[in-house]
């Protein structure tokens, strides 16, 4: 339906479109959000069960026709849960679904050019997106149920949660606002979270990682590190089962620490630990010198040029050493020594006797 809403507030001119809807959109009644595009002169409707559709207008604004939007690769599906829409100011359709969030990038007739879907492997904390608004720097700002999410425009994305100060992890579905101000709204499920995009600050953390315990074959041991070179460590042959905890100083918003870590003489590559785990373990090592590298990103992903360093020496048993293949050359000389003397006897006793 659509009307025009008179200055006393009373809905004339009222239309519906029932005889329009064609037979694959049957089920459109079920609408999540309507957003107006005066660039093409469009309707983008999200329903709930029936994905995005897309209403094209006349020119007194009465709806010509309903189509499904662009199915391409990569696109939305055609029942895909439509949350919240967002059209930004270069041109871009921002679809957010119970899937990820799409972006669409719109050519002049309102096609789509390109479309990028956006979820949990491209740095969101979950796949259900709220509620979408952008700032006046061309950021993204996406509202989940696990968290605030800014996506800036290289598509780096930084995860805001309570500690930041947002009222819940939950945020309620197309429940945002961006005033002339430039300030951003969202609502969640404990209340409305305001905040000035151009001063949220980001915490650039450099410090190096902390090593806080060192297990040995389930032995902490902490204790035989030297106090005065924390840096290194020295273990016998059979001590080769090793568990490393670590910690970033950075205490505030521990989960959005990236660590990366290498133990060189075993590891080939730098490898990646979340920052929920803290921790890495290394079974059955062979005897020999290893380092053990770990550092941190910032917030925001950008990992600093400062990293944490422990050497580590698994010493071979004594036997293996080389005091112990001399020892084996001596007592492998005297032996010669003997049994050339005892045989040399034997053979003069032998000709003596005949």
Known sequence: MSFTLTNDFELVNRVTYK?????????????R?????PIHNFLWIGTQTKGLVVAKLNNDFTIKNFFHYNQKPNSLDTNDYICDILLDNKNNGWIGTKKGLFQIKLSKDGAASKINKFTIRDGLPSNLIQSIETDKQGN???GTNKG???L?????????????GIQNYEFSEHSSYSDPNGLLYFGGINGISEFAPNKTKQVNYNEPVNIRDIIVNGINVNDRRPKNDSTSLTLRHFENNLKINFLSPYYYNQKNCKYAYILEGFD?????ASASVYATNYKNLPVGNYTFKIKVSNEDGTWGSDYTLLTIEIKPSFWL?????CLYIIVLYFLIILISSITKKRLEKKIKRN
């Open 268 to 272: 080939q590559n730098w490898l990646m």
């Open 148 to 150: 605030l999410v800014k």
């Open 321 to 325: 050493t080389f005091p112990a293949f």
């Open 19 to 31: 005889n329009l809807i064609p037979s694959s959109l049957n089920s459109i009644n079920f609408v």
């Open 33 to 37: 959000i309507v957003k107006y595009d």
């Open 152 to 164: 800036n425009q290289a598509y780096k994305t930084t995860i805001y949660d309570i500690n930041d």
């Open 140 to 142: 993204i700002w996406i």
